[in-house]
């Protein structure tokens, strides 16, 4: 099953802007692009969903180019209370048409105060 | 309202055994998903339900594995034979629509412990 990459982890200081990449070069043709984000010790919570182009809530941002192979999360003015693994969720192509459901690697991403 | 919960929380058993998994939906919610994700990686999809009828399973590791939703609410999943390597945190989802790509709600696991 090909995989989708993120980087494993990103160091941020609180007040930035931070820009976490998902890779998922078989992404399935009409399948939208999810993060999630988790703490310790608690299950994905959702974070924002797109299919191309741009989206942006309350939260973040998230920008999707016309390839779809990749998608970038963008978290605003970050805070201590950011700290927490973010994964993208797509439905990958294997094996032909065959498509299945796949987190990605996951982004520990920790703010420094 | 509550939101999806998971029992036993913790589970250790000893190989060989068999043991069943449980998921309580959100009230409503049409689909179910099942995922296991190892310490520090991601969830893998096991999984999924829309109502009682079981529409991808192509996540499931081998025939020890099955599961079912037989009311189209609560969700059962079951491990034959169990093996050390089936030691994971085992979570269920649960979504208000029928796509897949539906906003997914967490439960809060069940860590499962083979020895």
């Known amino acids: 099953l090909a995989k989708t990459t993120q980087p494993i982890s990103m160091d941020s200081y609180e007040g930035q802007e931070v820009n976490i990449t998902c890779s998922h070069n078989?992404?399935?043709?009409?399948?939208?692009i999810t993060w999630y984000q988790q703490f310790p010790s608690q299950g994905p919570r959702f974070i924002i969903q797109g299919y191309k182009t741009k989206v942006t809530n309350e939260v973040a941002s998230l920008f999707i180019p016309a390839d779809r192979k990749s998608s970038t999360l963008s978290l605003p003015r970050v805070s201590l209370s950011d700290t927490a693994v973010y994964y993208c969720?797509?439905?990958?192509?294997?094996?032909?048409?065959?498509?299945?459901?796949?987190f990605g690697s996951g982004t520990q991403l920790t703010v420094l105060p | 309202g509550a939101g999806v919960s998971q029992s036993p929380r913790y589970k250790v058993t000893k190989r060989g055994q068999d043991v069943a998994l449980r998921c309580d939906p959100i009230s409503g919610h049409v689909s179910l998903y099942w995922y296991r994700q190892a310490l520090g990686q991601g969830p893998e999809f096991l999984t999924y339900?829309?109502?009682?009828?079981?529409?991808?399973k192509s996540g499931l590791p081998n025939d020890r594995f099955s599961a079912e939703r037989p009311e189209g609410s609560i969700s059962t999943l079951t491990i034959q034979r169990t093996e050390q390597r089936d030691s994971a945190m085992y979570r269920c989802?649960?979504?208000?629509?029928?796509?897949?790509?539906?906003?997914?709600?967490f439960g809060p696991g069940t860590r499962l412990t083979v020895l």
């Open positions: 339900f829309n109502y009682e009828a079981q529409q991808d």
């Open positions: 078989n992404i399935a043709t009409n399948d939208y």
């Open positions: 969720l797509v439905g990958v192509l294997y094996s032909g048409s065959a498509r299945q459901l796949t």
């Open positions: 989802a649960s979504s208000p629509g029928r796509r897949e790509s539906d906003t997914q709600y």
